[in-house]
């Protein structure tokens, strides 16, 4: 049974960092396409970064620059580095495994989702 568990959420000043983890069970972060979504009050959760299995990453435009997503494979867990940190950054941020083969980020793409962590960024 995978299991992904995130961790590293809190509250943060705008301008500052954190970096959330998901820790995962039951699947090898490294031969999966794994990402980063986020949903805020009454919003859609979207896609925030995502990186291959091969290495490469995605990031949605509005996190360019400020975010970088990683994987530690002796870990099996990946990161979500956030600097520069907005009030509009606030959100759970969700950790996904995607189906393997399906090429978007999408939610439709996602076979499993961690529980989710809190980031808030105040101004």
């Known amino acids: 049974q995978v299991q992904l568990v995130e961790s590293g959420g809190g509250l943060v000043q705008a301008g500052g960092s954190l970096r959330v983890s998901c820790a995962a069970s039951?699947?090898?972060?490294?031969?999966?396409?794994m990402g980063w979504f986020r949903q805020a009050p009454g919003k859609e959760r979207e896609s925030v970064a995502a990186?291959?299995?091969?290495?490469?990453?995605y990031y949605v435009d509005s996190v360019k620059g400020r975010f970088t997503i990683s994987r530690d494979r002796a870990k099996n867990t990946v990161y979500l580095q956030m600097n520069s940190l907005k009030p509009e950054d606030t959100a759970v941020y969700y950790c996904?495994?995607?189906?393997?083969?399906?090429?978007?980020?999408?939610?439709?793409?996602?076979?499993?989702w961690g529980q989710g962590t809190q980031v808030t960024v105040s101004s």
């Open positions: 996904a495994s995607f189906t393997r083969g399906c090429y978007y980020f999408t939610i439709g793409c996602v076979e499993y």
């Open positions: 990186i291959r299995s091969g290495g490469s990453t």
């Open positions: 039951g699947r090898t972060v490294s031969l999966y396409a």
